[in-house]
């Protein structure tokens, strides 16, 4: 059932994925180091904006949606999350063109603002409509429109860039095209659900204090994260800033890997634990905990033995120095991330303890600060790599330890050190290669870590490997023999006819 799932969302990795590494590729060669780097802080300063307002409500559309059914009450949940949509929303709209009429129209923050607050509003709407989709398990749907959303703004973001002089707002004015083409398919079908709702203060309250030390959380990182780029770039200059960034972007498709294993694992992981309770919720903690570590480690792995041919590929020529030496680092920060958010953290949200989870945030943040103060004036980019990564396994440790204190989420370590010892196998196989920075040395390694892990996965028969191949491989000769069994007798046929 959860590969099922996995493959349902498939397509939207593969797309974000695709469009994440073109979207370094083209913008790192369409704008300059430095407006690459003022480009990278306003995206960081927005989605930091995004998920202090925002993110608490789209958390709560997935959270309180198997409770509102059960209780047949979802349209009292969908009129109230409606209503958060329109004030939030229109709340955001109004502050930021005060703000405008305060500094200016004409300088570049303005067009920044304009553009990003715009997008941002829109896909809050479109965030609380894939929330809804990812509880009621419409991946289907969540997939579909997500990834349209990801392609519209790609494209009308390029489209932007080289047609018109919005320079770094360029990026926001095509979030704010997709936002607006999704929000416009998922707007009639909210409405529609919510009508005959009624909207209720009190229910709006419960979803907050669910929803807000959640956000509270996700936006100490995030605030965490634009603080550190804002030090670089004062310690470092623009241009490490833009290293930092490139290399940043091109450790996204980790986080991918974990999104596409989180949609479609965490819904089962909530109902497990809504209607039938802890051990159930444990089962199936164990089960994610296994199939996030069989598909990130190598992930992360390779991520960080291509960074010299990978970056030499993406990246114009005053990013790909300081990005190479950044992105194995990065690498491991997202492996510890991502088990922080799409594991550790699911402790404190089916527990509802979401503001222990922010408290415990700090900790890390403050290395990572603290770090790249200390380590961006000599080693620019790597520096603050470094720090990331430190500051990430930190909260990785704490999590773990306060996590467990709420609920104990079972790691499945056989299957970890099978994944690491897979991974390291890979490890190997691609540094056995000869070094070639080209394509043809990144399609070779790529080939050579995915056959070596594979061959180490069916070895060690990681997720029951051995008997789920041979299943499949009995199926596939099957077909295969009633495919050219069917042909020999239609041309045995067609003979006889002649």
Known sequence: MSARRILTVAPLQIAQALIGFGAIAVFTRLMSPEEFGRYALALSASMAAHTMLFTWAEAAAFRFFSAAKSERRLRDHYATLLALVFGLGASALVVTAALLWLIGFQSEIAALSAFAAAAAVFRFLTRITR??????????????LETAYV?????????????????????FAGLMVAGLVVALIDAPRLIKRARGGIVSPQRAFTYASYGAPLALALGVDLIVQTIARFILAHQAGAAELGAYAAAFGLARPLDLV???????????????????GRDAAREAARK??????????????????????????????????????ALPWLALAGLASGFNLYFFSEAFQLTRRTGLRALIMLAPGA????????????????????????????GTVLLAIAGRKLIVLPIAWPTLLGASAASALMACAILALPQNAGVAGLIAS??????AYAIAALGINLLGARPHTSAVLKRLSIRVRA???????DRAHVRRSW
Not at 131 to 144: I, K, N, V
Not at 151 to 169: N, R, S
Not at 269 to 275: C, F, I, M
Not at 289 to 297: I, P, Q, R
């Open 288 to 325: 994610a905990f296994a199939l996030l570590a069989v598909l990130a480690l190598p992930a992360a792995t390779g991520l960080a033995l291509v960074a010299e041919p990978l970056t030499a590929l993406m990246l114009g020529d005053g990013l790909r120095t300081g990005a190479n030496a």
């Open 258 to 276: 974990f999104m596409a294993a989180g949609a479609a694992l965490s819904p089962l992981l909530l109902t497990a634990y809504e209607s039938q």
């Open 367 to 394: 290395v990572q600060l603290v770090l790249t103060t200390m380590l961006a004036p000599s080693y620019g980019a790597m520096g603050a790599a470094i720090a990331a990564c430190t500051a990430a396994i930190t």
């Open 151 to 171: 392609v519209v703004g790609f494209a009308a973001g390029v489209a932007f860039l080289t047609t018109t002089d919005f320079g770094a707002a360029a990026p």
């Open 446 to 451: 790529v080939a050579t870590g995915a056959a």
């Open 483 to 489: 495919f050219f069994h069917t042909s020999f007798t």
């Open 131 to 144: 929330e809804s989709d990812r509880a009621a398990l419409e991946l289907g749907r969540f997939a579909t």
